[in-house]
Nanobody, 122 residues
Framework: QVQLVESGGGLVQAGGSLRLSCAAS????????MGWFRQAPGKEREFVAV???????RYADSVKGRFTISRDNAKNTMYLQMNSLKPEDTAVYYC????????????????WGQGTQVTVSS
């Protein structure tokens, strides 16, 4: 089992920045692919970004150029640097991991965190 804990969410004005962290513990592996998803009120959970175990990144079009995903395997931690935030980025952000990349991108990860709230005011 892998436990994931997100942190770093909060309230920020439009145009501001936040950095989310996802700390992994338990049976972690540097070969896990990891990703960020988000769910806004009344909407389905959506893919935000993924980073493979060999550090290839992929982003949703809605965040490309504004968000940066990274990982520090020595610390078992993944990050999401969010810049130029918009009100439509308001959501609960979840981290996830799995060995199967395509499964992760489809939102069918093996492990999920509890989520951290990000609220962007206009």
């Amino acid at each position: 089992q892998v436990q994931l804990v997100e942190s770093g969410g909060g309230l920020v004005q439009a145009g501001g920045s936040l950095r989310l962290s996802c700390a992994a513990s338990g049976r972690t592996s540097s070969r896990y692919n990891m990703g960020w998803f988000r769910q806004a009120p009344g909407k389905e959970r959506e893919f935000v970004a993924v980073i493979t175990w060999i550090n290839i990144m992929r982003y949703a079009d809605s965040v490309k150029g504004r968000f940066t995903i990274s990982r520090d395997n020595a610390k078992n931690t993944m990050y999401l640097q969010m810049n130029s935030l918009k009100p439509e980025d308001t959501a609960v952000y979840y981290c996830a991991c799995t060995a199967d990349l395509e499964k992760l991108v489809r939102g069918n990860a093996d492990y999920w965190g509890q989520g951290t709230q990000v609220t962007v005011s206009s």
